[in-house]
């Protein structure tokens, strides 16, 4: 069965940074989009950042570019979120989230999800 489990969040204080880590198991890491949404109390599912297990491509949205890199390690199908200059904004569960080559990064198209891991930010 496909599983993906986040590791890395934490509490930390407006500034610093935080490395969050998805090891994949089940799927063929070279056809899928893994990558990263966010969810804060009360609000919307937001994406975050995606990339290519075939390529190494990314993709970021707005609010975290120049902040978070995400990258990943094929050899260990893990995918890793670098995030730095936090802000209090940034404070969410973080889910890891995969779906097939070709389709949509959105929170609707994906085929499966990790449990989550929190990110506290204060300032």
């Known amino acids: 069965e496909v599983q993906l489990v986040e590791s890395g969040g934490g509490w930390v204080q407006a500034g610093g940074s935080l490395r969050l880590s998805c090891a994949a198991s089940?799927?063929?890491?070279?056809?899928?989009?893994i990558g990263w949404f966010r969810q804060a109390p009360g609000q919307e599912r937001e994406g975050v950042s995606a990339i290519s297990g075939r390529d190494g491509s990314t993709f970021y949205f707005d609010s975290v570019k120049g902040r978070f890199t995400i990258s990943s390690d094929n050899a260990k199908k893990t995918v890793y979120l670098q995030m730095n200059s936090l802000k209090p904004e940034d404070s969410a569960v973080y889910y890891c989230?995969?779906?097939?080559?070709?389709?949509?990064?959105?929170?609707?198209?994906?085929?499966?999800w990790g449990k989550g891991t929190l990110v506290t930010v204060s300032s």
């Open positions: 089940g799927l063929t890491f070279d056809d899928y989009h």
């Open positions: 989230a995969a779906v097939g080559s070709g389709r949509y990064f959105r929170a609707s198209d994906m085929e499966y």
